[in-house]
């Protein structure tokens, strides 16, 4: 397949990269120039270019074009009138599902606001907006917060730090909000598929296990083999959660991932990804200072 992808230079984007070009797809990036560090496989072209000015240096038809860096619905909006396409996969997010209190969400539950998300999650219902009214072929991932290795989020670098430094984590509300996690190789795999079979529909990408988030603290202090001083912030839950303090918000985020799981995809699990990848990368990549 000839496959565009639009940004991707970070994180789950070279895995997506190198998942397509070993399976032998014609891979062809846009981005405004950013170099491929993580990539095992460089068997791919670049176009350089910012997305905000448009498309016009991209002539050629693609089997699939794979966004994963659209943030607003003009943004989106551009892309699906300029480029020349079969099939459309958005880098969504859970972000834009308007809050519920009843759970699993699944993907037929309504977009909206949901605080702690604020204009990224606005931005992201805006796409897929655009994609509904487009009348184009098209698929939405839709991850919850995602993990692993060079995660440029200050997620498990932050926690970790805090832990082995002796600092305390100051988590808002009461830590007992019950959350899912999904690891950037998933998410990357996940993406891939769709575009390979043109499956089309939303998809909620999350992990079969839930935590709260002082669970997930004390299982990290486990897994560095340190002990965590947890402290409290009730002023920075719900709508006046400050990512600066802690990288999750103090919100039940629990998603139906079945739809996903029909399609012969399966979830590792969390504690033991985690294990895995503080083993082989943020053990090494802490900044202690």
Known sequence: MKILVIGGSRFVGPLLTDRLTQHGHEVTI???GHKYGQNLNKNFKQIIGDRNGG???VTNKFDAVIDT??????????AVKELKF???VNFGSVASYKKSEIFPITEEFPLGP???FGDYGQGKMEVEEVLKKSGCDYASVRPVYILGPRNYVERERFIY???IS???IIVPGNGQAVVQFVFAKKVANTIALLAEKKIPGAFNCAGDDLITLDGLVLEMAKIAGRKAIIEHNPKTDGKNYDENQFPFANENLIFSNQKLKSLGLAFEPLLKGLKRDYEEYYKDHLRLS
């Open 30 to 32: 846009f981005n405004r």
């Open 55 to 57: 498309f016009s240096a």
């Open 69 to 78: 860096c659209a943030y607003n619905g003009r943004q989106a909006e551009t």
């Open 86 to 88: 079969d099939f459309y």
């Open 114 to 116: 949901w605080s702690p």
């Open 161 to 163: 730090h805090k832990i």
């Open 166 to 168: 002796g600092e305390p």
